[in-house]
């Protein structure tokens, strides 16, 4: 089972990584979004340090719902999903699966960009390790959230949008307490609110990857069957 | 044939799809070593039965069991599905593919690869990827699966379609060897596939009324 | 009674917000039933049209009650 | 459990009971409602004093919080409805949920608009980020997103279920939104609450309150019913469409 | 000709929308990604003013690139493609009839709920005219060059990657310009410079209608063929 | 058959896909009221040969050409192709179907949806969404585009796949049917199509070399 699994995460970056899959999208996608806001706000350095946490964090949402919908699609429509359902794997392992493969393929990248975005937006240096380590906390919610969204669009074409609509409400709480630790970092180093928020952050992050796959079994048990 | 006590065994099967009853009442029952071949007209239902057994579908009433198996296994674990999609991926090779789906199955003593390949005859085109091979090509590598790693129960949705003559005469060899080995299959087809000996299940649309 | 329209120099809101209610509770109610319509006398028409052939998908009342 | 797949089938197409029940029931439900929301607001407009710091504004809160109300406890409905379907499988459940979702986003969306019409006088703007705010704004998304599954999948029975899964993940921005104004400090003041416990004021505005809140209960039930009964009538029709297909094929 | 031309087009635009979907997916979706931005960036209501046109923009290219990648493809991969090339239509006016119906699923309902927006994000009432104006103006330059990097992504291994590396370059003026627009509405009503990032604006997506569908279809050719 | 002097003509052809060479050298010439049957095994190049009639692949040597036609024409808007895939979209429904490919091929004096489907014993399904059809019901699907829009080249490529017996004989009437109102019909095909008096073409894969 071990093997089965990691298997199929292999096998997901590497299509991932190929075509249509737009891991490079979403990282691109994510610089655009933050060389826009100085654009729209203007190279003013104090608002942009007062910006950049919460701007990253949107970007990395926006970014992580590109790719989204293609999750569990692409292989329901070729009908290897039929054939990965009939493997060793309960259907929860392969949504762990997918969305660990998600996961490296955009939110990964993301986190390692993020100093270079931080420079760019004038976060204090001080502050970078705590927005790394907010983002590595945090980015594996996206991906587990979205596989609820991306299972529950399956069989709609261009089901994108829909996704995004669905996955979106579920996200904020990831964004309130992403922006609200690297914000409390960039205030008061070492702080005890940054540390706090990290926490929450990790709390939703277990949540996510314990009732995300849950969800996305559940569905697309429901729409598939 | 080795003296397996494998059984397939349906009972009252009944199969709606969207909103649409599409058979009910469908009883069956083949032993190890025995093939059962469905047939019946465009729309009758036997890939919709297929799907129930492999439990891709919803089975609304009756039941299906395989007994004589792994009993940790359900059917779907034990069984290997070929239908209509081929679920190959255009952009993976020919030898990745296998190779993907031995790991993922799980293969025990299964054939390698490479031994699948030549069992199709597509040795020559292992490095290809998947979106190079012709439609019969393809076919021939989704039955290449079947050979990586081994499962008892084999559901065929219309196994021998895109098969050139020489291609229908492996696919008959390589389901006798299931067979002989003690497996099952379970087939749908418009056309003949050489299964000596085996039962015919003739769907009709009026099953469902 | 201008006094009460007036709504103490808050009229805009206070008059909006109660148009607001009811152009929202109105559209509600008139797409209920205009569906509901809809659907019932196209169900009949169906019905009729089928004859008394169609006893799988449109079985009699109770039979069928649970 | 003796039931043919037939007749399972005739439970989605036709539950007789359920129609004939709504049937007797619906003309007294719209009678009182009727009643409910005209005297409800008769007091409103007419026969209730004006608050002493909030002005003649404070009317707007006779619509802005019963709907508030009903924002909630058509969620409410939704997920039960929701539940129940996901777990027993009984057939009128989903058509439950599936009704309750317009109408409680149309009593969101005013909530949300009779908020900001509130806010502008109030707070001088229409529109701020508080705790609250967002948090009725997220469950409007979470309405649209439920009735956007539902419209996407073809099949009744899988987006049924599709659809519950959401609905009751959704489920709980109910509790955020109700406790927001106690966990986070923010703009949306409860004291506007206590000052309606306030021993003078208290019994005059209770009253519109109260009827409005009662008005717009009975309505969403009202309605409620009036969609399922459309929702279970619109099922019928694809039904037959399907037995007619079938019909011919045979 | 014209009876070919408007079938595809009704034909895209209903199976974008989906079952009962209709253009108000792009609206709901493109509102919760307006009201995202808030979450993150703080409820600072100068500051928001200032990121509003940027986020406007933003999320139409968000929303834009969800859905672009496969207006070709889907075709293709169903075989739809071979069958509409053997038609009627030279390949040019297929690529104008599939980004005029992206435009009408995704680009015309933004800039109908553009007001609405607006509001949500303190945009001064005054600059309304002229966001509407700009959003009509760029959006179908959005739709066009977006042909041209969804026709490369057909098929091509590695097509994600490539597709945002050869589109988002190509919507960054469109970005710029419209940004630039709305801005400048709002610092002078009736400026100078809103008029003429206007001109510009409408000067590019002109470039793109003419170019885009030559070149989506000259990338269809060497790629299908 | 009409006295029409439409002829498809094939001189000197090659194909190359993926870089490796598929045939070399193929002539052929069919004229109107008259079948072409490409035979031979899976990945000789009948597939690719017919896309090449078609233009949806570049003719990498020698030349195709239909003449006795609309002249203003090319050969591509001159033909029907029907592939493996069949570019059906689930949630349209089948009438809705055959209504847009009438509209968008231009109709001229062809068969309304509604006969088209009749021909194909699809009239009850009419109203369905695609999602809902079987794979052969979804072939007939394909089929009855052929009749909406009259185009005097039919390229079938496998037509009878996934088709049971009852439409296998319609296939067969409605290609006699194109045959004898003066049309041309090059298939390809690993089964019998029971198109009488047809020229039968064999590739092999040694042509390529
Ligand atoms: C768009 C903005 C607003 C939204 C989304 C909103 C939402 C809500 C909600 C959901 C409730 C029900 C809370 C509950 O019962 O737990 C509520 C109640 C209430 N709202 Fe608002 N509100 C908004 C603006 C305002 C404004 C501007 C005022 C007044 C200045 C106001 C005054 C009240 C009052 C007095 C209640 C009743 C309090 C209670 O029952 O606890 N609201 N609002
Ligand atoms: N995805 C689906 N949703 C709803 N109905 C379906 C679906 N697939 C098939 N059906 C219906 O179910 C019935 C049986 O279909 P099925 O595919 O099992 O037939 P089949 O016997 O395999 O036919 P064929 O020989 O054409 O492959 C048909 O009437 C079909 O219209
Ligand atoms: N898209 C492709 N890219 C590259 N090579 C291809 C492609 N499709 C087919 N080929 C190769 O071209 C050759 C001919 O393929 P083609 O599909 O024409 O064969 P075919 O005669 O139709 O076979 P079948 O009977 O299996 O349908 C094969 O060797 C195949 O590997
Ligand atoms: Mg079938
Ligand atoms: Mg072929």
């Known amino acids: 089972m071990r093997r089965a699994f990691l298997a199929l995460v292999a096998r997901d970056i590497r299509l991932a990584a190929g075509i249509g899959g737009g891991g490079g999208m979403a990282v691109f996608f994510f610089l655009t979004v933050v060389a826009i806001v100085p654009l729209g706000v203007g190279p003013d350095r104090p608002v942009l340090e007062l910006l950049a946490p919460g701007m990253l964090w949107v970007g990395l949402l926006l970014a992580s719902l590109l790719t989204l919908d293609r999750m569990f699609q692409a292989d329901v429509e070729d009908g290897s999903f039929d054939l990965l359902s009939m493997g060793p794997l309960p259907l929860e392992l392969v949504a762990v699966a997918k969305s660990l493969a998600h996961w490296v393929v955009t939110g990964l990248p993301l986190v390692i960009a993020a100093p270079v975005l931080g420079i760019l937006l004038n976060l204090p240096p001080e502050t970078m390790p705590w927005l790394m380590l907010a983002m590595l906390v945090g980015t594996p919610a996206l991906s587990f959230i979205g596989a609820v969204g991306a299972a529950l669009t399956v069989g709609v074409r261009r089901g994108g949008l829909l996704a995004s609509l669905l996955v979106l409400p579920f996200y904020v709480p990831v964004l309130i307490f992403g922006v609200g630790a690297v914000e409390a970092a960039a205030v008061g180093f070492e702080g005890q609110a940054a540390r706090q928020a990290l926490l929450f952050l990790g709390a939703i992050t277990l949540a996510a990857i314990a009732i995300g796959p849950l969800g996305a079994a559940a569905a697309l048990r429901a729409i598939l069957r | 044939m080795t003296t397996s006590d494998l059984r397939l065994a349906a009972r009252d099967l009944a199969c709606i799809r969207g909103g649409r009853l599409v058979f009910e009442g469908l009883s069956f029952e083949v032993g190890a070593g025995h093939a059962l071949v469905l047939t019946g007209p465009n729309g009758a239902g036997k890939s919709s039965l297929l799907r129930q057994i492999a439990g891709l579908l919803e089975v609304e009433q009756g039941e299906v069991a395989l007994t004589g198996g792994d009993p940790e296994c359900g059917i779907a674990e034990q069984s290997h599905y070929v239908g209509h999609l081929d679920g190959l991926k255009p952009m993976m090779s020919v030898i990745e593919t296998l190779r993907f789906w031995r790991a993922f199955l799980g293969a025990g003593d299964a054939a390698s690869p490479d031994a699948a390949l030549q069992a199709m005859a597509l040795a020559p085109l292992a490095d290809l990827p998947v979106a190079y091979l012709s439609a019969g090509q393809k076919r021939r590598l989704s039955l290449a699966r079947l050979a990586v790693a081994p499962r008892p129960l084999w559901l065929l949705d219309e196994p021998s379609v895109a098969l050139d003559a020489a291609s229908v005469a492996r696919l008959r060899d390589f389901m006798a060897a299931h067979l002989a080995g003690g497996g099952i299959i379970v087939a749908a087809t418009h056309l003949d596939l050489g299964l000596q000996g085996a039962a015919e299940l003739r769907l009709t649309r009026e099953m469902a009324s | ?66 | 459990m003796s039931l043919t797949a037939a007749q399972k089938f005739h439970a989605y197409a036709n539950p007789a009971r359920f129609m004939a029940l709504s049937d007797r029931l619906l003309a007294p439900l719209w009678a009182l409602t009727l009643l409910t929301l005209g005297a409800g607001l008769w007091f409103a407009l007419f026969n209730s004093p004006p608050d002493y710091q909030q002005g003649e504004t404070v009317r707007i809160m006779y619509v802005h919080v019963p709907s508030a109300w009903l924002a909630m406890l058509g969620y409410s409905v939704m997920a039960l409805a929701s539940a129940v379907a996901l777990i027993f499988r009984h057939p009128l459940a989903d058509v439950a949920a599936k009704s309750a979702a317009p109408i409680g986003a149309a009593f969101t969306f005013l909530a949300l608009a009779t908020g900001s019409l509130w806010g502008k006088p109030m707070w001088g703007t229409w529109w701020e980020w508080d705790a609250r705010m967002t948090s009725v704004l997220v469950l409007f998304f979470l309405y649209l997103g439920y009735m956007a599954l539902w419209a996407t999948i073809e099949d009744p029975l899988r987006a049924a279920r599709a659809a519950a899964v959401l609905a009751l993940a959704g489920a709980i921005n109910i509790p955020v939104i109700r406790y927001s104004v106690v966990w986070w400090n923010t703009l949306h003041q409860p004291a506007s609450v206590f000052r309606m416990d306030g021993p003078t004021i208290a019994p005059a505005m209770l009253l519109p309150l109260g009827l409005m809140a009662a008005g717009f209960t009975l309505l969403f039930f009202t309605l409620h019913l009036v969609r399922m009964r459309a929702e279970i009538m619109r099922r019928r029709v694809r039904n037959l469409r399907l037995a007619r297909a079938d019909e011919g094929e045979a």
Chains 1, 5 share one sequence.
């Not at chain 3, 007036?6 to 929202?24: F, S």
Request: net charge positive; charged share 25%; aromatic share 12%.
């Open chain 3, 1 to 66: 009674m201008a006094e009460f329209f007036h709504m103490g120099g808050y009229a805009a809101y206070v008059w909006t917000c109660y148009g607001l209610a009811a152009a929202v509770v109105a559209a509600l109610v008139w797409q209920s039933l205009s569906d509901w319509r809809r659907q019932s006398s196209l169900a009949d028409k169906l019905e009729k049209a089928a004859g008394g052939r169609v006893r799988r998908a449109a079985a009699p009342a109770r039979e069928d009650d649970r």
